[in-house]
């Protein structure tokens, strides 16, 4: 079939490839337009830009496939089936109705688990151990179009969400491969959604990735592993903004009665390991961004911070005891 690929991050990329080195015809690539990247906010191409022109393939950059002048590239092409990983903008009518076959995205839950624009990471986030992708036929609503086919992956127990997708792109993309085959020889079987089993996944903002450390240790652990890299776990100390790595519960640490309880967000260095207290058991830090520096290990931070007893992140000042 002739193919029109539709994404913009690099966890699209393993897709692009595999339609490339499948027996359909790649005849272009939708992507959203170059965007800022870095302190310098330099305009850049997405991931997908950059491989598909690498690969001869025509790039067509647009947020919106409905307006008229993407719509008037996209009818040029004539595509049987858009295929769309990761795109990133909303497509609607008239755009739906260009390809014969329609628009095809691979999603990185087990739909209806997790619609929306995070699944990964709020999979994380709520503990779950299995996910996996799925392909569907994109309508109006919020992915909630026929599933074509599923595959499944298991959450291991130290993923972050940046480890897991990487795992999906790529074990995904011959998912995505497939069901374009079983497109092209009528051999696709459509299932609609259950209505059981909804759970939503929007997008995550900064404001998100704040640690709240109140909570039990393993909803610290699984929010910062969640958010990681993207948007990027974060607290605050004494004012200032710092950047977490994911974290360890220690369900053993305060057994000891030589030690004292800490309470959410105190701090303590004790034999090169960096605690943080929660609502359950401390968690240790392993790596951290101080305000305006580089990452770094939490041990190397404490040496050089010389906190006083009973410094607590979201602690506002520190208080000497």
Same mark, same amino acid.
């Given at each position: 079939?002739? +193919?029109?690929?539709?994404?913009?991050?690099?966890?699209?990329?393993?897709?692009?490839?595999?339609?490339?080195?499948? %027996?359909?015809?790649? #005849?272009? !690539?939708?992507?959203?337009?170059? !965007?800022? #990247?870095?302190?310098?906010?330099?305009?850049?191409?997405?991931? +997908?830009?950059?491989?598909?022109?690498? !690969?001869? +393939?025509? +790039?067509?950059?647009?947020?919106?496939?409905?307006?008229?002048?993407?719509?008037?590239?996209?009818?040029?092409?004539?595509?049987?089936? #858009?295929?769309?990983?990761?795109?990133?903008?909303? #497509?609607?009518?008239?755009?739906?109705?260009?390809?014969?076959?329609?628009?095809?995205?691979?999603?990185?839950?087990?739909?209806?688990?997790?619609?929306?624009?995070?699944?990964?990471?709020?999979?994380?986030?709520?503990?779950?151990?299995?996910?996996?992708?799925?392909?569907?036929?994109?309508?109006?609503?919020? %992915?909630?179009?026929?599933?074509?086919?599923?595959?499944?992956?298991?959450?291991?127990?130290?993923?972050?969400?940046?480890?897991?997708?990487?795992?999906?792109?790529?074990?995904?993309?011959?998912?995505?491969?497939?069901?374009?085959?079983?497109?092209?020889?009528?051999?696709?079987?459509?299932?609609?959604?259950?209505?059981?089993?909804?759970?939503?996944?929007?997008?995550?903002?900064?404001?998100? !990735?704040?640690? %709240?450390?109140?909570?039990?240790?393993?909803?610290?652990?699984?929010?910062?592993?969640?958010?990681?890299?993207?948007?990027?776990?974060?607290?605050?100390?004494?004012?200032?903004?710092?950047?977490?790595?994911?974290?360890?519960?220690?369900?053993?640490?305060?057994?000891?009665?030589?030690?004292?309880?800490?309470?959410?967000?105190?701090?303590?260095?004790?034999?090169?390991?960096?605690?943080?207290?929660?609502?359950?058991?401390?968690?240790?830090?392993?790596?951290?961004?101080?305000?305006?520096?580089?990452?770094?290990?939490?041990? %190397?931070?404490?040496?050089?911070?010389?906190?006083?007893?009973?410094?607590?992140?979201?602690?506002?000042?520190?208080?000497?005891?």
């Amino acid at each position: 079939m002739r +193919v029109l690929f539709a994404g913009t991050p690099a966890v699209a990329v393993p897709s692009l490839e595999a339609l490339l080195a499948s %027996d359909h015809e790649v #005849v272009g !690539a939708l992507t959203r337009p170059p !965007a800022p #990247v870095g302190r310098k906010r330099v305009l850049t191409p997405s991931p +997908v830009h950059t491989a598909a022109e690498a !690969a001869g +393939v025509r +790039v067509i950059t647009s947020n919106r496939p409905h307006e008229q002048d993407t719509l008037a590239a996209l009818t040029e092409l004539a595509p049987d089936v #858009v295929a769309v990983v990761a795109y990133g903008a909303l #497509v609607r009518s008239p755009a739906l109705e260009v390809p014969r076959h329609g628009w095809i995205n691979l999603h990185f839950s087990l739909l209806p688990a997790w619609r929306g624009a995070a699944p990964v990471q709020h999979a994380i986030m709520a503990g779950d151990q299995i996910t996996g992708a799925s392909t569907f036929q994109i309508e109006a609503g919020l %992915d909630t179009g026929p599933v074509l086919g599923t595959m499944t992956e298991t959450i291991r127990p130290r993923d972050t969400s940046g480890e897991l997708l990487d795992r999906l792109a790529r074990a995904g993309a011959p998912l995505l491969v497939a069901t374009l085959d079983a497109l092209a020889s009528g051999a696709a079987d459509p299932r609609p959604q259950p209505a059981d089993g909804v759970s939503l996944a929007p997008r995550l903002r900064s404001a998100d !990735a704040q640690v %709240d450390w109140s909570l039990p240790a393993q909803v610290v652990d699984r929010r910062i592993r969640g958010c990681t890299p993207a948007p990027g776990a974060w607290t605050t100390l004494a004012g200032g903004r710092f950047k977490l790595g994911p974290v360890r519960p220690q369900p053993d640490a305060q057994r000891s009665g030589d030690a004292q309880p800490l309470a959410p967000g105190e701090i303590r260095a004790d034999g090169g390991a960096v605690a943080v207290g929660t609502g359950t058991v401390p968690v240790l830090l392993d790596r951290v961004a101080p305000p305006g520096k580089g990452w770094m290990a939490a041990a %190397d931070w404490v040496r050089g911070a010389r906190l006083q007893v009973g410094a607590t992140f979201d602690g506002g000042a520190e208080v000497a005891r």
